[in-house]
């Protein structure tokens, strides 16, 4: 494990391809976009109107016109310890507000933040929606983070969380390609028992286990094309996992 630059984080930098990758239409089209309808489905409770969202590990920001547009929201907070893709997301912030379809979207607030995960720099019970896709697996220090995550949503609020599990961030083209901490990687299962000791309340039909061809970097699902595969649900081992879990009151 390697240190941040402040030699206080916990963190392991990411390879000049993921950052790369993170750029790339494929990126925003086929996992962003993917996950963020996914979430919003499995979301069974009204949302205010015009939440305050936190998006934890925003990166460059390519999220923020996704999330603009699933939840009208009235104000974003990016946060992320990566300085550099920072200044991408600033872009992207000021992009979403100058491309707004409607006045309301032109009033969106965007606030872009350095910060650590596991120390949120944000007041308690601030957010309606913590927004963390693909991030967990990058954080060492995951309960901290959690309790955070958990601390800055009002009550009732929503954690959106979308996770590559064990499985995946442990195949050997992620392996050869990114870089994560490999102590902390979980299966579906370990994640979901992480949330709800976190504090975080969900259901089975608040859950779901995307099958999509990028996450299964074996073969990117190529048997399966070719008929030489059938995995069944239940019986295969998941890649993703998707959750909308509730802060218990």
């Not at 912030?93 to 491309?99: F, G, K, S, T």
């Not at 975080?200 to 595969?229: K, Q």
Request: hydrophobic content about 45%.
């Amino acid at each position: 494990m390697s240190v941040s630059e402040s030699n206080v984080v916990p963190f392991v930098p990411e390879t000049a391809f993921g950052i790369w990758f993170l750029r790339t239409h494929t990126w925003e089209h086929h996992v962003l976009r993917v996950a963020i309808n996914d979430l919003k489905r499995l979301i069974d409770q009204p949302l205010p109107h015009a939440p305050t969202i936190v998006d934890v590990g925003c990166g460059q920001g390519k999220s923020f016109r996704l999330l603009a547009e699933a939840f009208r929201p009235r104000r974003i907070v990016g946060i992320d310890f990566h300085e550099a893709s920072l200044d991408l997301a600033q872009q992207a912030a000021h992009a979403v507000q100058q491309r707004a379809a409607s006045p309301s979207q032109a009033h969106i607030e965007f606030d872009v933040l350095h910060g650590d995960c596991a120390n949120l720099p944000l007041p308690s019970g601030s957010a309606d929606i913590v927004f963390c896709h693909q991030t967990f697996h990058h954080l060492v220090e995951q309960e901290r983070a959690l309790a955070e995550f958990h601390r800055v949503l009002k009550p009732g609020g929503v954690l959106l969380f979308a996770e590559s599990t064990e499985a995946y961030i442990r195949s050997w083209v992620i392996r050869l390609l990114f870089r994560h901490p490999m102590q902390v990687q979980k299966s579906a299962d370990g994640y979901l028992a992480m949330i709800r000791h976190a504090g975080f309340r969900f259901a089975e039909h608040n859950v779901s286990f995307p099958y999509l061809w990028w996450s299964r970097a074996a073969d990117f699902g190529l048997f399966e094309r070719l008929g030489l595969h059938h995995p069944k649900p239940g019986k295969r081992r998941e890649t993703l996992v998707n959750v909308a879990a509730v802060k218990a009151q």
